[in-house]
């Protein structure tokens, strides 16, 4: 896909790899939405860089875990730009969730911002996509190897990798469906520096990754090959062979 032009919707895109992925984007020439939830003030920021560099965006807000805000930012990226050719499912929640001390409350929180939200936004761009559309979902390596203290999070990602292979079959062949399970990538802010150190002990390259590492795989996934669908690639460093 040649991304000069085309109408890309991000979710998630105001703060951290989203914002990565909407500046890299924009930088190709594609028009991009900037889905954002809370972070209003983060994602006019990144559309104040993009415009900077002569690029095209425009902002959208929702609450993810309502299907009524999936369809609407999808129906206000269509009003933007007259079109829309790729989403990027990548907004999610990410908190410690101990077994013996999780709600309710925050399991359906988890599974509706990480899973129900990837579903219902497909679901609503799939209407108006062109031939040769693309949706790509950001998983996580851990959806293969569940963390004990994030069991509700692993869930929703691991869900996430069945939801891009029913996808994929349900859409082919107008829409190519893949996902991207990053590892060890901008950790969380809360995390300490002995976390951090026991990571990359794990690690078997032995760093942390960085956000070109997950934003070259999008790339991948738009530019260079229009003959993948229902694949996930896995950008952790070698945590799943360790």
Known sequence: MDLKDKAILITGAGKRIGAELAKAIAGKGAQVAIHYNRSEKDAKTVARAIEKKGGIATLTKGDLSKPADC??????????????????NNAAVFYKTPLLQTTEKQWDHTLGANLKSVFFCAQ????????GGKIINIADWSAVRPHKNYIPYCISKAGVIALT?????????KITVNAISPGPILLPEDYDEATKENLIRQTPLKRIGCPNDLVSAVLFLLEGTDFMTGSTI???GG???A
């Open 71 to 88: 369809a609407r930012i999808v129906k206000e990226t269509m009003k933007a730009f007259g079109r829309l050719d790729v989403l990027i």
């Open 124 to 131: 609503a761009a799939a209407k108006v996509m062109p031939e």
């Open 165 to 173: 292979r029913g996808l994929a079959r349900t859409l082919a062949p």
């Open 234 to 236: 896995t950008v952790d």
């Open 239 to 241: 945590r799943l062979v």
